[in-house]
């Protein structure tokens, strides 16, 4: 996945516009972790991105229009690479039947693939805060969010723990416990810091990553009563957003402010 600040700025056909919509872009996204959707005017985007106050209509045909762009381009752009987990935790599924191994095996996948896209986006510190303003002051965004990244995970989570305990996944135990899963993986976007102090992690890597979702892992077999998986060998494989390159690839990209 590249960066975002390049993916923004290749949007547009025209080159002349390129450079004016990504600065708008780059400083929305910074103005509307600050202040929220409603504490930033058109006029203050405007001053702030050093542009004409017509610019963002021009672009985006509104404020509404440019605050889902951030959005948009975001999931787009990770859209491969979710699309990819998916799959491999459903297909994990279906070989696994009611084998408890297999099962496991389909918690690390999936745990892999939840925090290791919150260790790519550890560079997106300023988009992180606006999925948190959403999720605290839930809006038209945090439907697109839920629908294009909760949902499907939570899915996935209530067939796993439904098949553990030999309950539909509709069912409402099923789907409670899913979702307190998901919450706690969840949580670790916003934690992190204190994470690092605790254990004096300055940084994500992949050999953290790795002890992370080891620990997750174990915690998420113990509770819904499957074998914790054998990690005597190397980690699964599975496709990631860090593995296809946000984090690793240290160059120029979008400011968002102090990394995680």
């Known amino acids: 996945m590249p960066p975002l600040d390049q993916t923004l700025s290749a949007r547009p056909l025209d080159p002349r516009t390129g450079e004016t919509r990504r600065r708008i872009i780059e400083t929305a996204l910074k103005l509307f972790a600050e202040h929220g959707f409603r504490g930033v005017s058109v006029r203050d985007l405007s001053a702030a991105a050093q542009v004409n106050v017509a610019a963002v209509n021009y672009h985006f045909g509104s404020k509404q229009g440019l605050y889902r762009t951030i959005f948009d381009t975001v999931l787009d752009e990770d859209e491969g690479c979710f699309a990819r987990q998916i ?142 998986p054998d990690r005597a060998g190397p980690p699964p494989a599975a496709p990631n957003c860090r593995a296809d390159g946000l984090a690793r690839s240290r160059v120029p990209r979008l400011d968002t402010g102090v990394s995680l």
């Open 87 to 228: 799959e491999d935790v459903t297909a994990l599924l279906g070989r696994a039947g009611s084998d408890p191994v297999l099962l496991a095996a389909a918690v690390e996948s999936l745990a892999r693939g939840v925090l290791g896209r919150l260790s790519a986006f550890e560079d997106l510190r300023w988009f992180s805060v606006l999925v948190a303003r959403e999720l605290a002051f839930p809006g038209e965004l945090f439907d697109l969010l839920y629908r294009r990244r909760v949902e499907p995970v939570l899915q996935l989570l209530a067939q796993l723990v439904g098949t553990a305990w030999g309950l539909a996944p509709a069912s409402e135990p099923v789907r409670l416990t899913a979702n307190v899963l998901h919450g706690h993986m969840v949580s670790l976007a916003f934690t992190r810091p204190i994470l690092g102090r605790q254990l004096g992690w300055d940084q994500a890597t992949p050999e953290r990553l790795d002890q992370l979702t080891g620990t997750v892992t174990d915690l998420i077999c113990r509770a819904i009563g499957l074998t914790v």
